[in-house]
């Protein structure tokens, strides 16, 4: 099992292209991140892989919770994001922050959605950030106004897969591969920081 923990929180601030992060030389040690994109029917969950600088599929499901009440539809998802965690074994959790304004009752359910795996996250000691959809897209494709299909193509063309994944399931992998993308910049910006306070002293 791996121990190294990516941070909880990272900046949103500072951003390159994914081929520009790819090439740069990396020292982090093999980490895994789960990403989520939460769904009342349908959850999309996704675990990456980033060793140096490669990245690698691990696990990709849809969790189809059905059309039944609520409450049996959010034990669904807790039992299927729980579920992909004891397989996987991630070392921190990256969830889409969902903002549906047009419509409240559709965000409120949406909102339950995401409590439900996050909670699951959480109780098993898992740290949780949240990417909107802007930022996810921006990460893995180069631009916030990214199609559904330009992010399963992306994702496909990052991971190495033979073939598109599902769109819920793609959109998970790529919160995942955008929380990789900017923990990585984090760590970067803080060690330059680090090695300029050292060269002041």
């Known amino acids: 099992m791996y121990r190294t923990s990516l941070p909880m929180r990272v900046s949103r601030r500072t951003w390159c292209s994914p081929v520009e992060w790819r090439r740069r030389e990396s020292t982090v040690t093999p980490i895994r991140v789960l990403g989520i994109d939460p769904g009342s029917r349908v959850t ?36 299927g994001v729980g579920g992909a965690i004891a397989q996987c074994q991630p070392q921190s959790v990256a969830i889409e922050r969902v903002f549906l304004a047009t419509n409240p009752h559709a965000a409120l359910i949406l909102g339950h959605a995401r409590g439900s795996a996050m909670l699951a996250a959480v109780n098993q000691g898992l740290a949780v950030s949240e990417y909107s959809a802007l930022e996810i897209k921006r990460s893995v494709v180069g631009t916030g106004r990214a199609e559904k299909e330009q992010v399963q193509h992306m ?5 190495g897969m033979d073939r598109k994944p599902p769109s819920d399931a793609a959109d998970a992998l790529a919160c995942a591969i955008c929380h990789i993308h900017t923990a990585q910049v984090e760590q970067r910006v803080a060690k330059t920081q680090q090695q300029a306070d050292g060269q002041s002293v």
């Open 44 to 79: 999309g969950v996704g675990v990456v892989e980033i060793d140096g600088q490669s990245l690698r599929h691990v696990h990709s499901e849809c969790i189809r919770a059905g059309d039944g009440e609520l409450g049996e539809r959010l034990a669904v998802i807790y039992r």
């Open 155 to 159: 994702v496909r063309v990052l991971l």
